[in-house]
């Protein structure tokens, strides 16, 4: 009989996201049949086949009350989760049950980033990262702020793993043409992408100032979190035929494979929460638009600063930087696209980091 894992999500739309795609599927690789938890609406299909089963779970006290003393968590050999919420459901199945478990701590809700959760819920999540076989952050710089966040000494064991896809789409100058031009821009135009977070702490006033102020430039929008009226306003600026506004969510992977198309995409985060200002390769859209070969601008911080070792992208504090920014890459573009790929392959190294995971959730596989 094979072994079972049990993988709690926060919302539904991350069960395809990079780093849990990457740790289903290290499951599967490692021989487990996996059951994924999330609230909401299940998804009726997913990329990984019957490999994996999904359930519905709620983060309240209520669900605990009424399901944690069950049956089927004893058959369970490994049980993971992201943060914050589902940690409070990881800690107290690995510590009622003694059973095994990974925490992905995608995000350290600390500072003023704290999120609403009570003290007595963060508790059990932090206990639950102090128990766990080992954590995941998603890059480097968060080594630091997660061993703070939990209390966590040298001896813990912490992986990175990126918001990277280990397998990214393909690349191809013939899909390149096709995304331009089913956005309505040719092969010529200059494009500027944002994709995800849509607001001021994001970028979007610079992005919409510069396109205001060249008209030689197109952007491609695909917002998240965008309220109605500010889709609306968007549509009905005097320059809205240079902008493609995505309307509805795309999944990740067309995500990533359409990135390809832009000649430029921006990683901003103005948000001065700790989690926000130590992003490096933790930002997925970051991740995105280097793996398909487009040079990046992003907000000045330590943890960006590999983009300007690589000459593949370039550091800004305000939108006079960013401008100057847009000029330099325009002119050094060929140069810079060929450049994200070695900081693919060197620095993200998704490849590399999935083996890790993979090897080391191998290590945790009870013996038959």
């Known amino acids: 009989m094979k072994k079972k894992a049990a993988h709690f999500l926060l919302i539904p739309e991350l069960i395809h996201s990079p780093p849990n795609c990457a740790i289903i599927n290290a499951y599967i690789q490692n021989g487990y049949v996996v059951d994924v938890f999330t609230p909401g609406s299940t998804p009726e299909k997913t990329i990984y086949g019957d490999s994996i089963r999904v359930f519905r779970v709620e983060y309240s006290w209520i669900w605990i009350l009424r399901n944690i003393i069950h049956t089927r968590w004893f058959s369970?050999?490994?049980?993971?989760?992201?943060?914050?919420?589902?940690?409070?459901i990881v800690g107290l199945i690995c510590t009622i049950y003694r059973t095994k478990?990974?925490?992905l701590v995608d995000e350290i809700k600390s500072g003023s980033y704290r999120g609403d959760r009570s003290e007595l819920w963060k508790k059990i999540c932090i206990r639950a990262i102090r128990n766990s076989n080992f954590s995941i952050v998603n890059d480097n710089?968060?080594?630091?702020?997660?061993?703070?966040?939990?209390?966590?000494?040298?001896?813990?064991?912490i992986l990175v793993y990126p918001g990277c896809f280990y397998q990214r789409p393909e690349i191809s100058e013939l899909k390149?043409?096709?995304?331009?031009?089913?956005?309505g821009f040719s092969s010529e135009d200059f494009i500027i992408g944002s994709s995800g977070g849509f607001n001021?702490?994001?970028?979007?006033d610079w992005l919409l100032r510069y396109i205001k102020e060249n008209d030689d430039v197109r952007s491609v929008i695909q917002p998240l979190g965008v309220t109605p009226l500010s889709m609306f306003l968007l549509r009905n600026l005097d320059y809205h035929k240079r902008i493609f506004i995505q309307n509805q969510r795309m999944d990740w992977n067309e995500a990533w494979e359409s990135a390809q198309g832009l000649d430029i995409g921006i990683c901003i985060y103005m948000n001065q929460a700790p989690?926000?200002?130590?992003?490096?390769?933790?930002?997925?859209?970051?991740?995105?638009?280097?793996?398909?070969?487009?040079?990046?601008?992003?907000?000045?911080?330590e943890s960006f600063t590999f983009?300007?070792?690589?000459?593949?992208g370039l550091l800004v504090e305000d939108y006079n930087d960013f401008e100057s920014a847009v000029g330099y890459i325009k002119k050094n573009w060929a140069d810079m696209r060929d450049?994200?790929?070695?900081?693919?392959?060197?620095?993200?190294?998704?490849?590399?980091?999935?083996?890790?995971?993979?090897?080391?959730?191998?290590?945790?596989r009870p013996q038959e």
């Open 176 to 183: 390149r043409v096709e995304y331009r031009k089913s956005w």
């Open 141 to 157: 710089s968060r080594i630091g702020l997660l061993r703070q966040y939990a209390g966590l000494g040298e001896h813990k064991e």
């Open 275 to 301: 989690q926000f200002q130590n992003m490096g390769i933790s930002s997925n859209r970051l991740c995105m638009f280097l793996a398909m070969g487009v040079p990046v601008i992003a907000s000045r911080q």
């Open 76 to 88: 369970y050999a490994l049980v993971s989760g992201t943060s914050e919420d589902p940690l409070g």
């Open 307 to 312: 983009l300007e070792t690589y000459e593949c």
């Open 200 to 204: 001021m702490t994001a970028g979007a």
């Open 339 to 364: 450049n994200c790929g070695k900081c693919f392959e060197e620095y993200i190294r998704p490849s590399q980091r999935y083996r890790t995971l993979a090897r080391r959730i191998g290590e945790l």
């Open 101 to 103: 478990g990974i925490c």
